[in-house]
């Protein structure tokens, strides 16, 4: 899950963690890039914001 809100992103990781899902939060595209192409393996989806600095939330995806 990334987003520069981090209220959105606790209340995120929160509502996420109670349905037993494992969370994992970046701050902004560029490190939810990161983050993902080092542990695509245990990654099933990507939440992403649309509008982050660094790099949108399409940005990633390309």
Same mark, same amino acid.
């Given at each position: 899950?990334?987003?520069?809100?981090?209220?959105? /992103?606790?209340?995120?990781? @929160? =509502?996420? @963690?109670?349905?037993?899902? #494992? =969370?994992?939060?970046?701050?902004?595209?560029?490190?939810?890039?990161? #983050?993902? @192409?080092?542990?695509?393996?245990? #990654?099933? /989806? /990507? #939440? /992403?914001? =649309?509008?982050?600095? @660094?790099?949108?939330?399409?940005?990633?995806?390309?």
């Amino acid at each position: 899950m990334a987003t520069m809100h981090t209220r959105r /992103l606790s209340t995120g990781r @929160e =509502v996420l @963690e109670g349905l037993n899902y #494992i =969370v994992i939060t970046a701050s902004n595209g560029a490190d939810a890039l990161q #983050i993902y @192409e080092t542990r695509m393996n245990d #990654i099933a /989806l /990507l #939440i /992403l914001d =649309v509008v982050m600095p @660094e790099m949108g939330g399409s940005n990633p995806c390309n």
